[in-house]
């Protein structure tokens, strides 16, 4: 969690270990930073596992850790900071979806089933949070050197990719969501964003 002084300077950054599929943790997390700061003006929600097994020969225990992480822990999270951007009447919330929502692959059906849900979630709390002024959006990063990524994609995946759509690192996509959390963002609510790369050599 990044806090900020009143002159928008930097001041500190507190980090925490939490299992985002620990709803009592959530909320324990979100009432501790509501009563260190005073309030919440923005939340990026990027926690996610993706471990690429075949439906056919998915440990049903793996599958619902998908579903715990990626879209319950985001569900908890909404749960815990809706009364206090509603209570403000002001805030913007980001969670990530993916392109593998729409496009699958072989191997990510628990991975992408989460993404795709984490869509249907976003635009319904859009709704929601309308009448209060808070806003909330997908964010779709397009391809992004992530430990997640990194570690389910093979060697000849990220080659491709490489090649073709060109691969961003995580700060390329700070911009992105800096803007969409600041006022300059202030229309946008339910929407899915898409980051898209423009491909090496330049756009074709």
């Known amino acids: 969690m990044l806090f900020r ?36 003006d923005a939340a990026v929600l990027t926690c996610a596992i993706q471990k690429r097994v075949p439906i056919d ?20 999270a909404l749960r ?16 990530f ?24 979630l976003v635009k319904s709390a859009a709704h929601e949070l309308r009448p209060y002024g808070v806003r909330i959006n997908a964010v779709s990063p397009g391809l992004v050197a992530t430990p997640v990524f990194l570690a389910s994609a093979s060697a000849e995946e990220l080659a491709m990719y490489e090649k073709s759509l060109g691969v961003s690192q995580p700060e390329d996509v700070v911009d992105t969501l800096m803007h969409l959390i600041s006022d ?21």
């Open 57 to 76: 020969e998915m440990d049903i225990a793996l599958w619902q850790r998908h579903l715990d992480v990626n879209l319950s822990g985001v569900f908890y």
């Open 97 to 120: 979806t993916s392109g593998l929502a729409q496009n699958g692959w072989p191997g990510a059906a628990a991975y992408a089933s989460t993404k795709a849900g984490l869509i249907g």
């Open 80 to 95: 815990a900071l809706f009364p206090v951007m509603k209570r403000q009447r002001s805030g913007s919330i980001l969670a």
């Open 184 to 204: 300059g963002a202030r229309s946008l609510s339910g929407n899915v964003v898409e980051r898209r790369l423009i491909p090496q050599g330049g756009e074709h």
């Open 5 to 40: 002084s009143s002159k928008g300077a930097l001041e500190r950054l507190h980090t925490e270990l939490l299992d985002l599929s620990d709803a009592q943790a959530v909320q324990k997390l979100v009432d501790a930073t509501v009563a260190r700061t005073g309030r919440l």
